[in-house]
């Protein structure tokens, strides 16, 4: 059982550059998420999606944008990254009534 | 709208003794609660879960219990080791416009002394 699969795992960016994080799970779950996780801020929502070809915002959703073109994926995209981005994000994926399922994380770090 | 309340960290106890995190919510109509766990560098995983009043969820020596009347879902372990030293979150989740997303509490960390 593979989950919910997050890459890559570490990455350092300079300030300006775009990039993605990938997502992706096989447990077919209509409901994906991606969250900032910071010191002291707990889990802080950036985007949702509740099934294929619809997302929308959570609370942080400034400097990123998401897709969901099937019900496998959610990158989460950096339009151009800023040191105030630098912070571990999650994905996770979730049936309706059940809990989430995280992913490993992404430490980004942007210089 | 909805919260979660958690008790600051870090809690500290020592192997063997018994533990408590307060965890209290706010929210409309009924929604399911959640204790999630996270370890150190790792994403954070289901621990338990109750979906309706008095329910009890249980998982690993740890136990919560739905508590409408105080708006309540208090962690408790009889004897705590020291692998169980992370993070915990409380959680709770209600569908609301065709959503079903979580709020989390802040996470009270614990460590486990030998």
């Known amino acids: 059982n593979a989950g919910v699969t997050q890459t890559p795992k570490f990455q350092v960016l300079k300030t300006g550059q775009s990039m993605t994080l990938q997502c992706a799970q096989d447990?077919?779950?209509?409901?994906m998420s991606w969250y900032r996780q910071d010191p002291g801020m707990g889990l802080r929502l950036i985007h949702y999606s509740v099934g294929a070809g619809i997302t929308d915002q959570g609370e942080v959703p400034n400097g990123y944008n998401v897709s969901r073109s099937t019900t496998e994926d959610f990158p989460l995209r950096l339009l151009s990254a800023a040191p105030s981005q630098t912070s571990v994000y999650f994905c996770a994926s979730s049936s309706l009534e059940g809990g989430y399922t995280f992913g490993s994380g992404t430490r980004l770090t942007v210089v | 709208g909805n919260s979660v309340t958690q008790m600051e960290g870090p809690v500290t106890l020592s192997e063997e003794a018994f533990l408590t995190i307060n965890c209290t919510y706010t929210?409309?109509?009924?929604?399911?609660l959640f204790w999630y766990v996270q370890y150190p560098g790792e994403g954070l995983q289901l621990l338990l879960k109750a979906t309706k009043a008095d329910d009890k969820g249980s998982n690993k020596g740890f136990e919560a219990t739905y508590r409408k009347e105080t708006t309540s879902f208090h962690l408790e372990k009889g004897s705590v080791q020291v692998s169980d030293s992370a993070v915990y979150f409380c959680a709770l989740s209600r569908l609301s416009g065709g959503s079903y997303i979580p709020t989390f509490g802040r996470g009270t960390s614990l460590i486990v002394h030998p």
């Open positions: 929210a409309t109509g009924y929604p399911s």
């Open positions: 447990m077919n779950h209509e409901y």
